[in-house]
């Protein structure tokens, strides 16, 4: 990755509520005169916008406001963030490109009492935007190739097993670490 910035590790990733994953189009299409019309793609790697959610509470949003100005660069630089997609959870690089008019939108929740003096730490603020990842990971097409040929889940446990095997049944030793 490119990216010199990292989301906060002070800050929680986004919720599943409201996170969407929209793949932008490379394709054109030219309409023709008569018969089909073509198409073709216009480039090989385009970025995809996530909707993203999440919950903060009053300290992780001053801290989140204060990364996304001084380091995300109000939204327009790059930054490293783990975002969940086909093969689970994965590293991306992302900016915000936005809701609407601003990079994100924000809406507060109160908790606690008004009579308590500590009143505002029960207070959540549900911050929304929508990211532009430049590639999100999937699988090569030599890995697609063998997802369709074979059996993934048995692969899958035939993984687990030999790492249970090398890691817990094999001996002293003999054991790989």
Known sequence: MTANVDWPDQLPLPTFQGYNIEPTDSILRTEMESGAARQRAQFTQTPTRIAVRWRFTMWQFALFESWWKHKAREGAAYFNITLLGGLGM?????????????????????????????????????????????????????????????????????INDVHSLIHTTMPGPATWS
């Open 90 to 158: 994965v590293d991306h690089e992302a900016r915000f490109i936005g809701k609407g008019s601003g990079s994100y939108t924000v809406e507060v929740l109160r908790g606690g009492k008004a009579g308590n003096p500590d009143y505002r730490q029960g207070v959540t603020w549900i911050v929304s935007s929508t990211l532009e990842v430049r590639e999100r990971a999937i699988l090569s097409d030599e890995a697609l190739d063998i997802a369709l040929q074979e059996d993934v889940p048995g692969l899958i446990a035939a």
